[in-house]
């Protein structure tokens, strides 16, 4: 029954309802049509016997009344189950003229053979009600499929049509961007993908990880660091001056991390982000790209995609999903926030995390030689940091049209893989490493995840496999680049916990960077690392 429910709310957009409109029109338009068509060739074979035409005129329009309700309602309940209004949108070319035949000649056939057991006497005393003339019932059956194939077709080509005329607009260039936590894990990786792109690059972070994370960036002649807390309002206000595009990736980030102060996770994660966002439209800014999450799904069964119901079974994914709501309600024609919600991240960058289940679990099998898996059924969906960063790139570069007021998944229906898989990879791949279970897992999170919507509106496509990041921790490991995957600093939670906390509940006592800080490139402003 929550199935139903769920595909129901998934059908029943506006935009679903819109287009149940339009195709409830065009079938109704076809059946008018297919009978007119009889009229005509009625009058045109002239019968001698024929009754007036008059009465033939009305005959037929009492057929039409009496049949139209019941084949539009049948035919909208087949286009729904076959994705018409939900996945089917995104199907290109021949397939969805395909999906659209076999949709409509279904309906056309279940239709026809109600009408036939009508005339029968198997239901009853429906012969005068379902009585729809088989010719005409054909030509409408032909109609239909043109019309509704030619009104898919017409909007892919429309759409193309106005992205030519979308991308050929002149629009503000973006030259100047604010990234607020650029000295975290995805921050690190995203870095040198801006800079190496041109764009001029104020990076406002707290840097209690250090700068070590972006060391070998610190003299860039396109890089500001402001070393400063976001939560300040005045110091938000002097970081957005000038600055055409935001990338928020600050916050407190895990479930871990957040529960161990929620007053704390709720100033950071929401209020933070709800005053930075007022203060980016206020100054002006167009796109604002938000770092959420895909934990926003919770634990489902189904096959997720924007539009799922979401069920968030932590304070971290509450506090995301409370800030896209903030600033998918605060959009106007200038300010264009862009939710970016990242599957399970893995993989190295300037500032390494091992709270991650791929990096940790490899580090584990090198180091320790167990692969600890806890549960092990549960789905993952994910995405290599470097791609994550890709993504947010792309999502910056993209036409505002595209992009405006989107919500996209970040990843890959290919890493799509449950823990078990994950630990078995892993084991394939450092075959010393035995796998140990435990059924004692308190992460309830279990999610597959659909990413076709960034990778057909965006082009997006990694360039990691998960494989292929394994062996990047491994190899980080082994070759010593990695000291110690314990180390506090490679996990948010552990790094709390140790000092980090206090940090954040007092930021105006951390002076533990003065030495580094007096150099001239880095001055006063802000932000919890992602």
Not at 314 to 325: G, H, N, Q
Not at 358 to 380: M, P, S
Request: aromatic share 10%; hydrophobic share 45%.
């Amino acid at each position: 029954m929550s199935g139903f429910v769920s595909w129901m709310k998934k059908v029943l957009t506006i935009q679903g309802i819109v287009r149940m409109v339009a195709d409830a029109l065009l079938i109704n338009l076809a059946l008018v049509t297919s009978l007119i068509v009889r009229f005509l060739w009625l009058i045109a074979d002239d019968q001698p016997d024929a009754a007036p035409y008059r009465v033939i005129l009305l005959y037929y329009e009492r057929i039409y009344l009496n049949n139209a309700w019941l084949f539009t309602l049948l035919s909208l309940l087949i286009f729904a189950a076959s994705g018409f209004y939900t996945y089917g949108r995104f199907y290109r070319g021949r397939y969805k003229v395909l999906i659209v035949f076999q949709a409509v000649s279904m309906a056309y056939v279940l239709f026809g053979f109600l009408t036939y057991l009508a005339q029968s006497d198997w239901l009853g005393n429906l012969k005068e009600v379902l009585n729809f003339p088989r010719g005409a019932l054909i030509l409408s059956w032909a109609l239909s499929v043109l019309l509704l194939v030619g009104a898919r077709v017409w909007s892919t080509i429309w759409k193309r049509i106005t992205r030519t005329e979308i991308e050929a607009t002149p629009r503000r260039k973006i030259e100047n961007v604010l990234v607020i936590g650029g000295a975290g894990y995805i921050g690190s990786a995203l870095l040198p993908h801006l800079l190496k792109a041109g764009y001029r690059v104020r990076l406002l972070d707290l840097l209690i990880y250090g700068t070590e994370p972006i060391r070998e960036w610190l003299d860039h002649p396109n890089l500001e660091i402001m070393q400063e807390d976001f939560r300040k309002v005045e110091k938000v206000v002097q970081a957005m001056q000038n600055m055409d595009a935001v990338i928020h990736l600050g916050g407190l980030v895990g479930d871990p991390a957040c529960a161990l102060n929620e007053q704390l996770t709720i100033e950071i994660n929401l209020m933070a982000t709800r005053m930075i966002a007022e203060v980016a439209k206020g100054s002006g800014v167009g796109p604002f790209i938000f770092a959420s999450t895909c934990s926003v799904y919770g634990a489902s069964e189904e096959k997720l995609d924007e539009r799922s119901e979401l069920r968030p079974v932590s304070l971290y994914a509450r506090t995301k999903i409370a800030s896209e709501r903030v600033l998918l309600k605060m959009a106007d024609d200038r300010f264009t926030p862009i939710i970016l919600r990242f599957g399970t991240i893995y993989g190295i960058s300037g500032r390494p995390r091992f709270d991650l289940v791929v990096n940790l679990l490899a580090a584990k099998a090198v180091i320790d030689q167990e692969i600890t898996i806890f549960g092990g059924n549960q789905w993952r969906p994910f995405v290599h940091v470097e791609d994550a960063a890709r993504a947010i790139l792309l999502a910056l570069e993209a036409p505002r049209e595209l992009v405006r007021n989107q919500i996209f998944n970040v990843g890959s229906n290919e890493q799509n893989y449950t823990i078990n898989q994950v630990g078995e990879m892993i084991q394939r791949l450092v075959p010393t490493a035995r796998i140990v279970h435990s059924q004692e897992s308190t992460d309830r999170r279990n999610y597959w995840v659909s990413f076709n919507k960034i990778r057909d509106v965006l082009g997006f496509q990694p360039q990691w496999t998960l494989e292929q990041g394994i062996l990047q921790v491994i190899e980080a490991i082994r070759s010593g680049k990695i000291d110690d995957y314990r180390n506090p600093l490679y996990s948010n939670v552990a790094f709390l916990k140790h000092e980090g906390l206090m940090r954040l509940l007092h930021p105006e006592e951390d002076h533990w960077l003065s030495e580094v800080l007096s150099q001239e490139k880095l001055q006063a402003p802000l932000e919890a690392s992602s």
